[in-house]
């Protein structure tokens, strides 16, 4: 299944996936089970460690002052901005929940994007999204 995700990868021009498909590949191939264990229980909260750095490296760096982020606040579009960034943050944390309870679905969510890349020229923003928006359908179906 890891050798489809990197083939998926490639396909798609996702450095990401194919990257973390090979990465997972040389885990797997380790002489233990161990740190694939490790990335199972860390992987995810290291990496929206890592993510979050990278969002707000710009503030670290000083290229968005804090007259900036007054100015943001005083506007329709940033308030609108504000409000979209509170719901993907609901989104995530839903998403991460579904992943944690059922891991199978991040073979769906990946396939998902991996076509959406492909054929729709879109951006792969990440299965953790898309899995808090599976989370919002499945509890509006049930």
Do not use: C, D
Request: charged letters at 5%; a positive charge.
């Amino acid at each position: 299944m890891l050798l489809v995700i990197v083939v998926l990868g490639v396909i798609s021009k996702n450095a990401t996936v194919w990257i973390a498909g090979i990465g997972l590949l040389s885990l797997r191939l380790w002489p233990s089970n161990q740190p694939l264990i490790w990335t199972q229980q860390y992987g995810l909260k290291i990496g929206i460690i890592i993510l979050t750095m990278g969002v707000l490296s710009p503030i670290a760096l000083g290229k968005i002052p804090w007259s900036n982020m007054v100015e943001t606040m005083k506007s329709g579009s940033g308030l609108v901005a504000v409000a979209v960034g509170i719901f993907v943050a609901y989104l995530g944390g839903r998403g991460a929940g579904l992943l944690t309870t059922q891991p199978t679905i991040v073979t769906g969510l990946l396939i998902g994007t991996i076509v959406g890349v492909a054929l729709f020229r879109g951006v792969p923003v990440g299965p953790l999204i898309a899995a808090g928006i599976l989370s919002l359908f499945t509890h509006w179906l049930r």
